[in-house]
């Protein structure tokens, strides 16, 4: 009766996983990635940009052959914890909820910010909370329907990046590449490292979703390939186009304003085409379905992590409860959904943008080391995938996530004292609930 309680229901194939894998990131071309740009300029941010994906695809590969292996909703948690024990199953497990509890609230605002535009007697946090309760509500009436959401705004994403490059391509110029690229030195390229991160911050979701997913062993490998190839693309056009049109400061600030902006797009179109123009118009209306893909992607997945912590008693049994008629992880999708609308009040993106990547480093860390782990300590387990270049790629992820997250804590003292805090505050919950098993 306990099981029956739990289970998810198979409803996923390989196209629905392709967008629900571009949907989790796509917002990270929308806005967010910009700010590193202030850090590094041009040159700082791409050379953070390069290694990051490295590391995300030698990461996405390696991560497939676990999720192809245990197809499971706690993805980097049942992979610690079937590798490395319960302890190290905890920290990533709370690491994966950070991540995915802390990246909607920074979506949310940006969603306000250009639902904003367009409604100015609304307020931006109004919008923004507005905002959390419709796709909480999305994501309790169902997996199937939300999973063909998701598919649909994502491609409707996908096809405004590539309006908005091919607009922008027709007044780029190479000098505005290297026009003041590296203003803050080569401690800019390092500071700029969590917004390079935000390119394809939670691509990992794609494994939460797998005790959903038709024939998993399959599907998840055509997802998640499929996915990391897209947003890769998407990010080269994405960064080019915008900053080539007339250089970084214009897609950072905008005119008379030392503020940075969440609207990196529309900054560089409007230098184009102005800020009347009917093309302009419908980047803002289209960007707000590449906002709403990732966040209502990011919430889906924050809700099967959290659940699957519920369901081994990582946190409390009530998270761990599927509704009965939905098949969806209710509880779970409203406490994250509570605990993200407080984020937001605080009015901090650009630090719950940090806050977020630390615990996707700590995630992508940790799921490595698990992976060597299961290697060595499970080496009869039933592979259908296998990471290319082993070890090197692991290895290769293992490393830089590893330089990534010493140069985050260096450039973000306060913030990883937080997010430290956060986990060893989750780790009393931890002890708390595992008491007597």
Same mark, same amino acid.
């Given at each position: 009766?306990?099981?029956?309680?739990?289970?998810?229901?198979?409803?996923?194939?390989?196209?629905?996983?392709?967008?629900?894998?571009?949907?989790?990131?796509?917002?990270?071309?929308?806005?967010?990635?910009?700010?590193?740009?202030?850090?590094?300029?041009?040159?700082?941010?791409?050379?953070?940009?390069?290694?990051?994906?490295?590391?995300?695809?030698?990461?996405?590969?390696?991560?497939?052959?676990?999720?192809?292996?245990?197809?499971?909703?706690?993805?980097a948690f049942d992979?610690?914890?079937?590798?490395?024990?319960?302890?190290?199953?905890?920290?990533?497990?709370?690491?994966?909820?950070?991540?995915?509890?802390?990246?909607?609230?920074?979506?949310? #605002? *940006? $969603?306000?910010?250009?639902?904003?535009? %367009?409604?100015?007697?609304? &307020? /931006?946090?109004?919008? =923004?909370?507005? +905002?959390?309760?419709?796709?909480?509500?999305?994501?309790?009436?169902?997996?199937?329907?939300?999973?063909?959401?998701?598919?649909?705004?994502?491609?409707?994403?996908?096809?405004?990046?590539?309006?908005?490059?091919?607009?922008?391509?027709?007044?780029?110029?190479?000098?505005?590449?290297?026009?003041?690229?590296?203003?803050?030195?080569?401690?800019?390229?390092? #500071? *700029? $490292?969590?917004?390079?991160?935000?390119? %394809?911050?939670?691509?990992? &979701? /794609?494994?939460?979703? =797998?005790?959903? +997913?038709?024939?998993?062993?399959?599907?998840?490998?055509?997802?998640?390939?499929?996915?990391?190839?897209?947003?890769?693309?998407?990010?080269?056009?994405?960064?080019?186009?915008?900053?080539?049109?007339?250089?970084?400061?214009?897609?950072?600030?905008?005119?008379?304003?030392?503020?940075?902006?969440?609207?990196?797009?529309?900054?560089?179109?409007?230098?184009?085409?102005?800020?009347?123009?009917?093309?302009?118009?419908?980047?803002?209306?289209? &960007?707000?379905?590449?906002?709403?893909?990732?966040?209502?992607?990011?919430?889906?997945?924050?809700?099967?992590?959290?659940?699957?912590?519920?369901?081994?008693?990582?946190?409390?049994?009530?998270?761990?409860?599927?509704?009965?008629?939905?098949?969806?992880?209710?509880?779970?999708?409203?406490?994250?959904?509570?605990?993200?609308?407080?984020?937001?009040?605080?009015?901090?993106?650009?630090?719950?943008?940090?806050?977020?990547?630390?615990?996707?480093?700590?995630?992508?860390?940790?799921?490595?080391?698990?992976?060597?782990?299961?290697?060595?300590?499970?080496?009869?387990?039933?592979?259908?995938?296998?990471?290319?270049?082993?070890?090197y790629f692991p290895?290769?992820?293992?490393?830089?996530?590893?330089?990534?997250?010493?140069?985050?804590?260096?450039?973000?003292?306060?913030?990883?004292?937080?997010?430290?805090g956060l986990v060893?505050?989750?780790?009393?919950?931890?002890?708390?609930?595992?008491?007597?098993?």
């Open positions: 009766m306990t099981e029956a309680k739990s289970e998810l229901k198979r409803t996923l194939g390989p196209f629905m996983l392709w967008g629900l894998g571009v949907g989790y990131v796509i917002s990270g071309m929308y806005f967010g990635w910009n700010l590193g740009l202030a850090e590094g300029g041009t040159l700082g941010l791409g050379v953070a940009t390069f290694f990051i994906i490295i590391m995300y695809v030698t990461f996405t590969f390696s991560y497939t052959e676990m999720a192809c292996a245990i197809p499971k909703a706690g993805g992979y610690a914890r079937l590798g490395l024990g319960k302890n190290w199953g905890y920290l990533a497990g709370m690491a994966q909820s950070i991540e995915f509890i802390f990246a909607p609230p920074a979506i949310a #605002a *940006a $969603i306000g910010a250009y639902f904003n535009v %367009f409604f100015p007697e609304i &307020g /931006v946090t109004t919008i =923004a909370i507005g +905002a959390y309760l419709l796709f909480t509500l999305l994501n309790i009436s169902g997996i199937r329907f939300a999973a063909y959401f998701e598919l649909f705004i994502t491609i409707l994403a996908v096809v405004e990046l590539l309006i908005f490059s091919g607009v922008s391509y027709t007044a780029f110029e190479l000098d505005n590449l290297t026009t003041n690229a590296l203003p803050n030195g080569w401690g800019g390229a390092f #500071a *700029a $490292i969590p917004f390079a991160i935000w390119f %394809f911050l939670a691509i990992e &979701g /794609v494994a939460n979703v =797998a005790e959903e +997913a038709r024939n998993p062993q399959r599907n998840i490998l055509i997802g998640f390939g499929s996915a990391i190839f897209t947003l890769v693309v998407l990010c080269l056009l994405t960064f080019t186009a915008a900053v080539g049109v007339d250089g970084w400061e214009a897609v950072v600030y905008p005119t008379g304003s030392s503020v940075p902006s969440d609207s990196p797009l529309p900054l560089a179109l409007a230098k184009i085409v102005g800020d009347s123009h009917l093309l302009y118009h419908l980047l803002i209306t289209v &960007g707000l379905f590449g906002l709403v893909a990732s966040f209502h992607g990011i919430i889906l997945a924050a809700g099967r992590s959290t659940l699957e912590l519920g369901r081994e008693r990582y946190v409390s049994p009530f998270l761990g409860k599927v509704h009965p008629k939905t098949k969806t992880p209710v509880n779970a999708l409203v406490v994250n959904m509570l605990i993200g609308i407080l984020a937001l009040l605080t009015g901090k993106t650009g630090e719950i943008i940090t806050i977020a990547c630390f615990g996707a480093l700590t995630l992508y860390i940790v799921s490595m080391i698990s992976f060597f782990a299961l290697r060595r300590n499970h080496a009869e387990m039933e592979r259908p995938f296998s990471v290319p270049l082993y070890p290895a290769i992820a293992l490393v830089i996530a590893v330089v990534a997250m010493i140069a985050m804590s260096i450039y973000n003292l306060q913030l990883m004292l937080i997010y430290w060893f505050l989750g780790y009393v919950s931890y002890r708390w609930y595992q008491r007597g098993i």
